[in-house]
């Protein structure tokens, strides 16, 4: 119900609130899965980057398995902190946990290509990850502008 009550005030916009709901919830049960959530809630939404770093590394020690905690972790990492190297590594823990997630290996061949310009691995991945989910909004616009792009193949862009 808490976690519940979370989103809907997320949705709405009711940050502090929602925010309140989380502690609350943390200090019902300080390792419970919904750490990580809080870490994505404060990173995107409250944009607290500290104690967003603080929280990803907390749920990452609770759950070192978790492949969609190490990509949403890779995102923060590229984007907020700038930290290429940390990045990467995440991406590829993601992948290796979960190779037939999608949004993984898009976001990884993504950052390949955006940071490194390794458009081989790259075209690797968004094949991957396409083949995986041809209804991948994001993976199809990112390959297709890849292709367009690096490839200059407008007609497989399409």
């Given at each position: 119900?808490?976690?519940?009550?979370?989103?809907?005030?997320?949705?709405?916009?009711?940050?502090?609130?929602?925010?309140?709901?989380?502690?609350?919830i943390?200090?019902m049960?300080p390792?419970?899965?919904?750490?990580?959530?809080?870490?994505?809630?404060?990173h995107?939404?409250?944009?607290?980057?500290?104690?967003?770093?603080?929280?990803?590394?907390?749920?990452?020690?609770?759950?070192?398995?978790?492949?969609?905690l190490?990509?949403?972790?890779?995102?923060?990492?590229?984007?907020?902190?700038?930290?290429?190297?940390?990045?990467?590594?995440?991406?590829?823990?993601?992948?290796?946990?979960?190779?037939?997630?999608?949004?993984?290996?898009?976001?990884?061949?993504?950052?390949l290509?955006?940071?490194?310009?390794?458009?081989?691995?790259?075209?690797?991945?968004?094949?991957?990850?396409?083949?995986?989910?041809?209804?991948?909004?994001?993976?199809?616009?990112?390959?297709g502008?890849?292709?367009?792009?690096?490839?200059?193949?407008?007609?497989?862009?399409?």
């Amino acid at each position: 119900f808490y976690l519940f009550a979370c989103l809907v005030l997320d949705y709405l916009g009711k940050y502090d609130k929602a925010e309140d709901v989380y502690v609350e919830i943390m200090n019902m049960d300080p390792l419970g899965y919904y750490i990580s959530d809080y870490a994505v809630f404060l990173h995107r939404r409250k944009r607290d980057y500290d104690k967003a770093q603080s929280f990803y590394s907390k749920a990452l020690l609770q759950w070192p398995d978790q492949a969609s905690l190490h990509l949403k972790y890779a995102g923060f990492l590229r984007h907020v902190r700038r930290d290429v190297g940390g990045a990467e590594q995440h991406y590829k823990r993601s992948v290796e946990l979960n190779p037939k997630n999608a949004d993984a290996l898009g976001n990884y061949a993504s950052f390949l290509h955006g940071v490194y310009n390794n458009t081989t691995q790259a075209e690797k991945l968004y094949k991957q990850a396409v083949q995986l989910d041809d209804t991948h909004t994001n993976n199809l616009c990112n390959y297709g502008l890849f292709l367009s792009e690096e490839r200059r193949e407008y007609r497989e862009a399409e």
